[in-house]
């Protein structure tokens, strides 16, 4: 991983994930863990967004595709692929993702709200979004909307 840490004095600490080259963000109180891409279990008739189960020690786990959700460009999914996961209102579930850059600050004063000239696909599923000076725009994420959404919602498990 590389290390991308912007000076605040202060501002919250959030994990940077690129997914299909855009840069999302989530506050790193709701990362549980980041691992290597595991062995997935497709599960039949369900929605697209959702790519399958994985085991991680006894504990089976729903891993979600958010390209799908947020229709991004859907490249291969490959052993350089990482799994994040989540825990969001006592709800745990994973999300592919493409890379996790690190940790790094965002100064909560400089956090903007999503507007509508953000793509439409976004801004149900963002708190804000960031301009890092060496990452460029960051969206961050609202997990709550993302495991409410008619797509996800359905196959959640506490």
């Not at 840069?23 to 369900?46: C, D, G, Q, W």
């Not at 799908?68 to 999914?77: A, F, H, P, S, T």
């Not at 963002?126 to 725009?137: A, N, Q, S």
Request: aromatic fraction near 10%; charge should be negative; hydrophobic fraction near 40%.
């Amino acid at each position: 991983m590389v290390e991308i840490t912007e000076q605040t004095a202060s501002g919250d600490r959030y994990s940077v994930l690129c997914i299909s080259q855009q840069n999302f963000a989530v506050s790193i109180n709701e990362i549980r863990e980041v691992i290597p891409l595991p062995k997935i279990t497709p599960v039949p008739n369900v929605d697209q967004s959702v790519y399958g189960v994985f085991n991680l020690r006894g504990e089976i786990y729903p891993i979600f595709d958010l390209r799908v959700l947020l229709r991004l460009e859907k490249n291969e999914i490959t052993e350089k692929n990482f799994v994040v996961l989540l825990e969001c209102n006592g709800i745990e579930f994973a999300v592919l993702v493409d890379k996790v850059l690190d940790v790094t600050r965002l100064d909560t004063a400089k956090i903007q709200v999503p507007t509508r000239e953000l793509s439409p696909q976004y801004v149900q599923y963002l708190t804000g979004y960031y301009e890092h000076k060496k990452l460029g725009m960051i969206y961050l994420l609202d997990l709550s909307q993302l495991i409410e959404s008619k797509e996800l919602n359905r196959y959640r498990y506490a």
